[in-house]
């Protein structure tokens, strides 16, 4: 169904991980490089690649490292690549919630700090590790917040945390089902209770590890919300880099607009 439409705006992917050798993405320079060549042919024109960084590790070798890996990508992917906008942040892993992260390079941009909690686990007290962040003048974006086992059984703490003003940032994977029901299910409910922010592929560099942010905007387009899917994956990650308002994103019922479209089209083809 996704060939049917294309992005009549560029697509900003603000978390993936093509820093080549410093996480568990990709491998190599030349794997980042075919999948930014990718990325280009899906019209995805900006990309910020945050590769994982705990909380505890800000202010170690380990970061320079990373900052000097990015650069060598970044000089090889502006003479091969140049269409692709390439910038470098981080996933923060708050693993110690009273580290100073107030390190202006950490920055997605704008004002904002990608981060997740550890091992992909729901935390005891998950709202004063956002607020640790919030503290020190971040507007916190969560990364994959579907994803965090036990979420589904305890939404509210969505609620809670967008209300605290935490930006949510949706892995394209789990409206693919690439990362188990039960995100799925979580990705599938933010979008129909317009809980979403924005889109992101968490592309890891790796075939087979995550799907590209064009396959989310493709999904939703194809339910009749090309609005929808503008929002999420262009017009917001470019508000958040930018340190402006997101738009607010309508609630879309995506499960059913599916549906309702593949009726039609078996329909039409029956005639």
């Known amino acids: 169904m996704s060939g049917d439409f294309v ?30 060549e990718a990325f280009r042919d899906a019209r995805i024109e900006r990309v910020v690649t945050t590769p994982h960084l705990s909380a505890s590790h800000i202010s170690s070798s380990w970061r320079d490292r990373i900052e000097r890996r990015f650069e060598d990508l970044k000089r090889e992917a502006d003479e091969r690549v140049p269409e692709v906008s390439l910038a470098l942040s981080f996933e923060i892993r708050i693993d110690e919630p009273e580290t100073d992260m107030s390190d202006e390079r950490l920055a997605l941009g704008g004002g904002a700090l990608l ?26 974006a969560l990364a994959h917040p579907e994803r965090y086992t036990g979420i589904g059984r305890s939404y509210d703490w969505i609620e809670r945390w967008r209300e605290s003003g935490v930006l949510m940032v949706v892995n394209v994977g789990s409206l693919l089902g690439e990362h188990g029901p ?14 979403a ?3 992101a ?25 090309e ?45």
């Open 7 to 36: 992005p009549s705006v560029p697509l900003v992917d603000l978390h993936c991980h093509l820093v080549p050798g410093v996480d568990d993405g990709a491998r190599s320079t030349e794997d980042a490089i075919r999948w930014l």
């Open 115 to 140: 981060v997740e909690f550890p091992q992909l686990m729901l935390p005891a007290y998950p709202d004063l590790m956002l607020a640790s962040v919030s503290n020190q003048g971040w507007r916190p």
């Open 182 to 195: 039960e995100a799925e299910r979580v990705a599938y409910q933010m979008l129909a209770r317009g809980h």
């Open 197 to 199: 922010d924005c889109l």
């Open 201 to 225: 592929s968490d592309h890891h560099g790796r075939d087979g590890r995550s799907t590209m942010l064009r396959a989310g905007w493709d999904r939703i387009a194809a339910a009749g919300h």
């Open 227 to 271: 609005g929808v899917a503008d929002l999420l994956a262009s017009a917001n990650p470019e508000a958040i880099l930018a340190g402006e308002p997101c738009e607010p994103v309508p609630p879309v019922d995506l499960a059913s607009s599916l549906v309702r479209r593949l009726r039609r089209m078996v329909r039409g083809s029956e005639r």
